[in-house]
């Protein structure tokens, strides 16, 4: 069974950057999507960018230019570059792994969540 486990989330000044990790355990299929999502209080978990196993990203509009998303390789780890930071960029970020395990099955995992919090 696959687990994820984020770390790099805390408190930052607006302006300021962070860097997040999501390390999976367990055996991974080499064809698979890892992405960051964010959910705010009050608010829908909302994808923030995307990494394909083949290196394609995807950002959403809020974030881009300002934040990076990356991994070594297909498999593990991912990261999250995240720079000019704004008070609305607070949030619960979660690691998402999604894997293509053949046909039209599909495998879903998130991780634990991690706290973003931007504020002077």
């Known amino acids: 069974q696959v687990q994820l486990v984020e770390s790099g989330g805390g408190l930052v000044q607006p302006g300021g950057s962070l860097r997040l990790s999501c390390v999976a355990s367990?055996?991974?299929?080499?064809?698979?999507?890892m992405g960051w999502y964010r959910q705010a209080p009050g608010k829908e978990r909302e994808l923030v960018a995307l990494i394909t196993s083949g290196s394609s990203t995807t950002y959403a509009d809020s974030v881009k230019g300002r934040f990076t998303i990356s991994r070594d390789n297909a498999k593990n780890p991912v990261y999250l570059q995240m720079n000019s930071l704004k008070a609305e960029d607070t949030a619960v970020y979660f690691c998402n792994l999604k894997e293509y395990l053949g046909g039209a099955n599909i495998r879903r995992t998130w991780g634990q969540g991690t706290q973003v919090t931007v504020s002077s």
């Open positions: 367990g055996s991974i299929f080499a064809i698979n999507d």
